[in-house]
């Protein structure tokens, strides 16, 4: 019993002791001033290649209002904040080049105030393709306390797109046949569309020869639910689970990895189901002939990964990429992979991969703009 005393007098006394050795930030800040990132950690900005741009960056929050002026500094541009940052989340974010940003390094909270947002200009941002550039900002802590785990952020620049799409005007067949047989043993296939009255097919696989129904990629969207033919089985997709409206731009994104097929919506996973195991023949490409815009048709001989897939839902794909099989921006214009150079030239649906799997037949399909101006994406929130 003695023995059992002491214990629980030396145990008590420890907690005792490493109570008065440890602040509570809750306690401390209701006696000093603290300051944090308010919110997402993430600030994106969207860009057209080669532009410049005033914007806000995240916001800088007090713990409570400023009784005087408030000076927070902070430090930007530290490659080895992205690199840890990288590492952590698997993305592959450029650092953002000096020469493109200017950026002051503190932030002022007015007397009264709470918050205000760090400004950052941008400045003739130029892309690589598939390039996405990231800022780091760290708060510093001079003037008050930085709250640790709410002091970093990363603003991330993306590349815009400004871009003709197609109406589809015909009843008649557009389709296109390969010279060649394909096998995949993976794939991913994406398509991009905007109807006034969204039901119906969407894009798809030709067979090779004879019907393969295991081979057949056969998407169907409604507002009343949706299903994908594939594998030789019949995947369901309620309107619960897949909400669709008229008049509404929407990526619909299809991937197999070799016995599982995952659906997503926008970048979001609405369906993972298995089907079956062994590869896919492809024949050729068809595009329904529901009345309606259609801007992407692109097809992967992998399966992209969720991150790949929710990062690249409003951005072109990069046509130097080897592991596309076609690739139709669908803008009327066609890419020279020779030279790179891209030309307007509205009398085909260009393929931009390696393998020229172009629909020669437009079936009186047209191009069109935004009324006067270029279609946008991302799209305006």
Known sequence: MKRLAYTLLAVGLLASCQNELYEDPAKTHKVEQGVYIQGQELTQIFLLDGASESAQGPRVSLVRPATSTVTVGFTAGSQAQLDAYNAKNGTSYTLLPSSMYEISSSVTIPTG????????????????????????????????????GQSEAMIIIDQATETKVMRINTSREIATYFSENIS?????????????????????????????????IYPVVGKEGSFLRTGGTDLTLSKDVMPLEDNKWYMFSF????????????????????????DYKLGGFWLSTTRGMIRELRFYKVARTP????????????????????????NGKKYDHATGTISDDETQIWDWSANGHHFTNLQGATFVKDGDKLFRFPLAK
């Open 255 to 278: 991937v197999y990895d070799g016995a599982n097929v995952s659906v997503y919506s926008n970048g979001r996973l609405v369906l993972q189901q298995a089907v079956r195991e062994g």
């Open 184 to 216: 995949v043993p993976q794939w991913t296939m994406e398509v991009m569309v905007n109807r006034r009255n969204i039901n119906g097919a969407l894009a798809g696989t030709k067979f090779v020869g004879s019907d393969d129904s295991k081979s057949e």
């Open 307 to 330: 991150q790949q897939i929710a990062a690249n839902v409003w951005k072109m794909a990069d046509p130097k990429d080897t592991n596309l099989v076609a690739y139709y921006p669908m």
């Open 113 to 148: 105030q709470i918050t205000a947002p760090v400004p950052v200009k941008l400045k003739n941002v130029t892309f690589s393709a598939g390039q996405i550039f990231a800022l780091p900002l760290k708060l510093n802590g001079e003037g008050t306390h930085a709250i640790g």
